[in-house]
């Protein structure tokens, strides 16, 4: 099912191939890492299992305000996580999260369909440019190009509302992120993000994660709207009793 | 940050009565379904017809399935007024009923149904129960069919997919003959699974979950709803541009009394377009010139971010506080 359009100078082992000869994303993708539970070194919650941290130098570099922020949101996480109230889990976290997404790829764009929540992410890579002035979206406004065979995405227009993970770690509105995707192999993606964001960091910091490809046959993304939840008891089938 | 569960929007209708006679196409009281045939258009590098892009329904609104131009309910006081956006034309002189099988424009429910569907049409515009309230206005789903009733959308193909984006939400048809997902998980928006004949892309979308009524008037089918689908796109040539027709084909024993067909025209959005708050929601992409890019034909349009977070914008008319 993915294109195998055969190019004749590949610096990599055979990855799949769009008819653009650009690396193909296209699949079901996941993460292994248990980022979502908390991004830094971290032992086991009750939230979930320890993990080493995918953050470079480990710990994320905030300004001593934006730090006393992170505490905060900690302890009052079971309510004030974005996500549980099954907001989308925006940029990046929805691509470390628990759950699949989708890579659909052409040549002008990618699309990025989550199994959590509404939003689709869309990553230009027509050459076009963010738009003017600041927008306040929950994904980001995302502009990709090519070097080599690794896709380069700068991310823009944030309206900081997201986390980046359960334990309280966030970016602002200014955050600008900057992605490396890469194939390791067919299957295996080398995300790398790099955040800058003058109002919460005191310098740039990045992350580093692999995503793998879900190999079950007939395996599909399966809609999780679950912001409906709350009031899906409300909406009963009508039935005839 | 938004206040969740405390205040609901109702959505916007939109406007009943357009521009003379649907002056752009994009508000017709009429149109011509477009017949199955040969693809005549241009394909794509996996043999699929090439419909990418935008597009919306020619006619609009969400409200009444029966009576899509027409007053939401007996007490629509905006319709009664009779002034502005929602003055009334005629019956005969309104689009007519989405329901195209049975010929008598009604969905054939069986007298329980019809009775739980008035129910829900006489609370709408005073919804004393949490239930009065479509989920629609609440950010779910549109549902397989209503999505197409709302605002444009983008259809976006790929090897074994034609994906549709919508601003409720988004649908997948699946054309790689995989099976469904396990009968009891049932979605706002099905499970699809299709494949081309010639122009018309024919889809099964079963795992519905109902809760999305077929219109604000109140129209819904079961859990146990099949639907099939049929996209009849017409090739290039057509006056007016690319045009395509949609039918829905519900059959659910537990609701109705036998199977009744939806039936909604839609015509393509290009950059010529003039924008709008409904049909037309996109721009032109920041691009030096704003011509095409190296990689599309013609200039690139992009739609914004499409996101529903309940109490995020003004959808509505109505604010209701809900305790």
């Known amino acids: 099912m993915l294109a195998l359009a055969l190019s004749a100078a590949s610096a990599q082992p055979s990855v799949p191939r769009g008819l653009d000869g650009k690396p193909d994303f296209s699949g079901i993708w996941q993460s292994l890492s248990g980022a979502d539970y908390g991004l830094e070194p971290h032992l086991a919650t009750l939230d979930g299992p320890p993990g080493a941290g995918i953050v470079e130098g480990k710990a994320i570099p905030y300004q001593p305000q934006a730090l006393q922020r992170r505490a905060k949101n900690f302890a009052a996480r079971a309510a004030a996580d974005p996500r549980n109230k099954c907001y989308t889990l925006g940029t990046p976290r929805g691509l470390y999260s628990n759950e699949p997404f989708q890579i659909f790829q052409r040549p002008r764009d990618l699309t990025v369909l989550f199994d959590f929540g509404h939003p689709v992410r869309t990553i230009h890579t027509n050459a076009t440019e963010h738009p003017d002035g600041h927008i306040d979206f929950w994904l980001g406004d995302s502009r990709g190009h090519w070097e080599g065979d690794t896709l380069v995405v700068d991310v823009t227009d944030f309206n900081g509302e997201t986390w980046l993970d359960r334990a309280g770690n966030f970016n602002s509105d200014e955050l600008h992120l900057v992605e490396h995707w890469s194939f390791v192999d067919r299957n295996t993606i080398r995300y790398r993000a790099t955040f800058n964001d003058p109002k919460v960091y005191t310098r740039p910091w990045t992350l580093e994660v692999l995503l793998y490809r879900r190999l079950e046959p007939n395996v599909q993304i399966i809609e999780n709207y679950c912001a409906t939840l709350e009031y899906d008891k409300y909406y009963p089938f009508p039935s005839s009793q | ?323």
């Not at chain 2, 515009?125 to 209503?146: D, H, L, M, Q, S």
């Open chain 2, 1 to 323: 940050m938004r206040s969740h569960s405390l205040i609901i929007f109702l959505l916007a209708a939109a406007p009943i009565v357009a521009l003379a006679q649907g002056a752009n196409g994009w508000r017709e009281t009429s149109f011509v379904p477009t017949p199955r045939g040969e693809w005549k258009g241009a394909l794509l590098p996996d043999g699929q017809p090439d419909v990418s892009g935008h597009w919306s329904n020619t006619i609009g609104n969400h409200n009444n399935l029966t009576d899509p131009q027409g007053p939401l309910g007996a007490d629509d006081e905006a319709a009664s007024r009779g002034n502005g956006r929602r003055q009334q034309k005629p019956r005969s002189e309104r689009a007519p009923s989405r329901v195209t099988d049975p010929p008598d424009g009604q969905v054939p429910f069986q007298p329980w149904a019809r009775a739980k569907q008035e129910e829900f049409l006489k609370y709408l515009n005073n919804p004393i129960k949490p239930e009065y309230v479509e989920p629609f206005a609440r950010c779910a789903p549109g549902g397989p069919t209503k999505s197409f009733e709302w605002h444009g959308y983008e259809i976006r193909q790929f090897p074994g997919y034609v994906v549709f984006l919508f601003d409720s939400g988004n649908r997948v048809i699946h054309l790689d003959g995989k099976p469904h997902l396990p009968e009891n998980l049932k979605l706002w928006n099905g499970d699809s699974r299709g494949h081309w004949e010639g122009n018309t892309l024919v889809v099964d979308t079963t795992n519905n979950n109902s809760k999305a009524r077929l219109g604000r008037s109140g129209e819904f089918v079961s859990e146990n709803a099949m639907i099939a689908e049929q996209f009849i796109f017409s090739t290039n040539g057509d006056p007016g541009g690319d045009r395509f027709t949609y039918e829905a084909t519900y059959t659910d024993p537990t609701v109705l009394t036998r199977p009744f067909t939806i039936t909604i025209p839609n015509r393509r959005v290009t950059d010529k377009t003039p924008a709008d708050d409904w049909n037309n929601l996109t721009f032109l992409a920041k691009h030096e010139g704003s011509g095409p890019t190296t990689i599309e034909a013609e200039p690139a349009i992009e739609a914004y971010e499409r996101v529903c977070v309940e109490g995020n914008g003004n959808h509505g008319q109505v604010v209701v506080e809900t305790k």
